[in-house]
């Protein structure tokens, strides 16, 4: 599929030291009326890891990652989060979002407020940060992203890659102890993707504790430490990426390599 567009360099062994799990997902599953989007869901997401959620459309990857950051309930099992449960709702759920940011498939910049407004805004509301002080964390976070030139551009002034990079930096500015990314890069041109993986690969460098729902097979084989293979609402199959790409252990995994790799 996404394999022959190879956006970073082979992985170098990392110096950095995967930590205690920080999300523990516990026999969680989520049912949409009758239909189970989610079966069992065992998973286990440890400081500094970096996690690509592959699968085919349909799979459930996108609800996981919804649910881990409670934009979808859960029907059955329990989600932490650095040991404390998933809050229901009020002002435990807008810390835990604070704690754990999410960058979108479709951006979900607010429209009429210029990049560096859609990056202080939440430290600002959540955080309680002074305008001035919120304001030159984003501008030192759009510098981060490429983006110092652009910090009183409008979003329509913006390519899709530019702004998913806001959206990176606006997740960012919130401090997270982690970061989810729902299929980062699908709504954008090819010729625009590489620029977000690079300030993905970049994270994962530091250390940023990291989801990635991802097409992009290239990125998961190279940058991320784990793989997990989701096939209707299960994970079938997990592991280091080399391991998973050159030899998956079940026949669902080999077939589904073998129709996106075969390009």
Known sequence: MNDAREPAAPRQPSPKQIGEPLISVRGVTKYFGDFAALTDI?????????????GASGSGKSTLCRCINRLETISDGEITIDGE?????????????SDVGMVFQSFNLFPHLK????????????????????????????????LAD??????TALSGGQQQRVAIA??????????????????????????????????AERGMTMLVVTHEM??????????????QAEIVEQGEPEQFFTAPQTQRARDFLSKILAH
Do not use: W
Not at 183 to 200: F, G, H, Q, R
């Open 150 to 155: 652009k910090a009183q551009s409008l979003p």
């Open 42 to 54: 065992d998973l286990d997401i440890r400081e500094r890891e970096v996690v690509a959620l592959i």
């Open 218 to 231: 290239g990125f998961a084989r190279h940058v991320c430490d784990r793989v997990v293979y989701m096939d």
């Open 85 to 97: 449960p998933l809050p229901e709702e009020g002002r435990e759920l807008t810390r835990l979002r």
């Open 170 to 203: 606006r997740a960012l500015a919130m401090e997270p102890k982690a970061l989810l990314f729902d299929e980062p890069t699908s709504a954008l041109d090819p010729e625009v993707i590489n620029e977000v993986l690079d300030v993905m690969q970049e994270l």
């Open 115 to 146: 990049a560096i407004d859609n990056v202080s805004l939440g430290p600002r509301k959540v955080r309680r940060l002074p305008k001035a002080e919120a304001e030159a964390r984003a501008v030192e976070l759009l510098e981060r992203v490429g």
